[in-house]
């Protein structure tokens, strides 16, 4: 069984999705496909048809954030320090080329969000970045061809 890295306010997320899955989406549609049956043929009922569609997807949501938190390996990064690259990591580099600096936090992939500076565990520049130290230059092979970046910071926090 694959372990899922994810930190301790990943974990936290997905588990307050779970529950409001659970506790009030799965309830919700079940009443709305009780509500549509009601209004008789259900061949030509598209509430029906729309709330069963919806089950479907809440409970394939379910499914899966089940499974993920059971595999969930939650990592405390306030337990790491040093200047090493590893899980956790919020990292400032700059872009040897263009000085272009930017700063991101490396999380699991389900908690990634590269607009709100997270960036996943399995991302090219991610993996090019694990385990190299401050003043280390990495190269990283992006769709537009490949990029330098020199490592300015890290911290964990």
Known sequence: MERVPMTIAGYQRMEEEFKRLKTADRPAVIQAIA???????????????AAKEQQGHIEARIQELESKLSRAQVIDISEFSGDTVKFGATVEIVDEDTDEERKFQIVGED??????GQISLTSPIA?????????DSVEVNTPGGAKSYEILSVSFN
Not at 35 to 49: C, F, M, Q, T, V
């Open 127 to 135: 993996r090019a970045l694990i385990n190299k130290t401050v003043g």
């Open 111 to 116: 908690e990634s969000d590269p607009k709100g």
């Open 35 to 49: 509500e549509a049956r009601e209004h008789g043929d259900l061949s030509e009922n598209a509430e029906y048809h």
